[in-house]
């Protein structure tokens, strides 16, 4: 999983939703400077975060594992 293209990802998904990355964090209990890391490629989300993130963005836990622009076999 490459950090730039999921953070990539997520933020696409959060801007389609309307939400900021205060709103995203809000929702998910971390703080907006957790989701700025994810965004910029600095860091991944928590393992534990996956499900509620994939939810909070209306995509499944696969659409977010396996994000759209991903290389596949």
Known sequence: MNKERLG????SERKNLGLTQRDLAARLHVTDKA???WERG???P???LLDPLASTLDVTLLDLIAFPGQVSN
């Open 8 to 11: 990539d990802f997520i933020g």
């Open 42 to 44: 600095l860091s991944y």
């Open 35 to 37: 989701v700025s890391k």
């Open 46 to 48: 928590a393992v534990t």
